[in-house]
């Protein structure tokens, strides 16, 4: 009786699932990730719900989320561009100004608290502009229907 290099032909043939599932775990660590990543540029905070809003949403080819979180009543807002806080305004501009070089045209998306002071937004629109980025958009809570 001839033996075959598979074995006796009594045996089924198997198949070895392991390569199938290292597939899928490196899926499914791959996914946790990437879904990481993408929530950490949206850091919570109230937005305003302006009147009146024409506010639309947009997508944006080279962009940047600059969020300013409400920290206290006595204390500086936090700046984070993207999900990275910045010590400062001065910091922030040369964050912006090092992405600027990479990407000309650069657009910042500004995320604000409602409760942050307009000053503080106003010298985060100052170091915006002082870097030569023509255009930004200011994220607000469009007026919800009736």
């Known amino acids: 009786m001839r033996h075959s290099a598979r074995g006796s032909r009594n045996e089924p043939p198997s198949f ?21 990543f993408s929530s950490a540029e949206n850091v919570e905070v109230e937005l ?4 009146q809003s024409q506010a ?3 997508t944006v080819p080279e962009k940047v989320i600059l969020n300013i979180e409400y920290v206290g009543p006595d204390e ?6 993207g999900s990275i806080r ?21 657009q910042v998306i500004l995320r604000a608290d409602k409760r ?10 100052e170091v915006i502009a002082a870097n030569q980025i023509e255009m930004f958009h200011i994220v607000a809570r469009p007026e919800s229907a009736p």
């Open 116 to 125: 942050v002071a307009y000053l503080d937004v106003r010298q985060a629109m």
């Open 76 to 81: 500086p807002p936090a700046f984070l561009l």
């Open 56 to 58: 639309i949403e947009a």
């Open 86 to 106: 910045v010590a400062g305004l001065a910091e922030l501009s040369r964050r912006l100004r090092n992405q600027r070089v990479g990407s000309p045209e650069l």
């Open 16 to 36: 070895n699932m392991t390569p199938m599932i290292d597939v899928v775990f490196l899926l499914i660590i791959f996914f946790m990730l990437v879904s990481q």
């Open 48 to 51: 305003p719900d302006p009147e």
